[in-house]
């Protein structure tokens, strides 16, 4: 069950800001690694659920960072928000580029196919979300054809 609890935090202050950031790239790397990691069959929870549990509780906290800089009255937290945005965003690019986890994602959803394994409306759907997302990504490409995408 989720918490109800709201993680939304409009008052950091400017080290605050920084400490959230550091803690949400912490986060995000130890499920891609986590889920990566995985031995043995790949299932909807142990190489999916991870990803869509993460973006649930990052959601709120990413708004937590960022909004500071469109609203604050404290220049330095407006600051801090905005190189937090930029560090965010320049890791999310990496993460999104990550082979390996692109691979888990892609080995899940080929076993799921040829077991003939239903999901839900929701669940295929962030599924081929998470897919289509690497595949702009140029993910799927090899070689010289990557590279030309990356």
Same mark, same amino acid.
């Given at each position: ?9 409009l008052?950091?202050?400017?080290? $605050?800001? /920084?400490?959230?950031?550091?803690? =949400?790239?912490?986060? #995000?790397?130890?499920?891609? &690694? +986590?889920?990566?990691?995985? *031995? ?16 649930? $509780?990052? /959601?709120?906290m990413?708004?937590? =960072?960022d909004?500071? #800089?469109?609203?604050?009255? &404290? +220049?330095?937290v407006?600051? *801090? ?21 692109y ?48």
């Amino acid at each position: 069950m989720a918490s109800r609890e709201n993680m939304l935090r409009l008052s950091l202050s400017a080290e $605050e800001i /920084s400490a959230l950031t550091d803690q =949400i790239i912490a986060r #995000m790397t130890a499920v891609g &690694d +986590e889920v990566v990691a995985v *031995a043995g069959e790949r299932t909807f929870e142990n190489t999916i659920a991870p990803f869509a549990r993460m973006d649930r $509780e990052m /959601s709120p906290m990413i708004s937590s =960072i960022d909004f500071p #800089m469109h609203v604050s009255s &404290d +220049e330095a937290v407006r600051n *801090a928000s905005s190189e937090a945005d930029e560090k965010l965003r320049k890791f999310s690019v990496d993460f999104s580029m990550r082979q390996d986890v692109y691979r888990a994602v892609l080995a899940y959803e080929e076993q799921r196919k040829a077991s003939g394994v239903e999901l839900a409306p929701e669940a295929a759907r962030y599924v081929q979300k998470t897919l289509l997302d690497f595949n702009r990504d140029g993910l799927q490409l090899e070689g010289e054809d990557r590279k030309s995408v990356v």
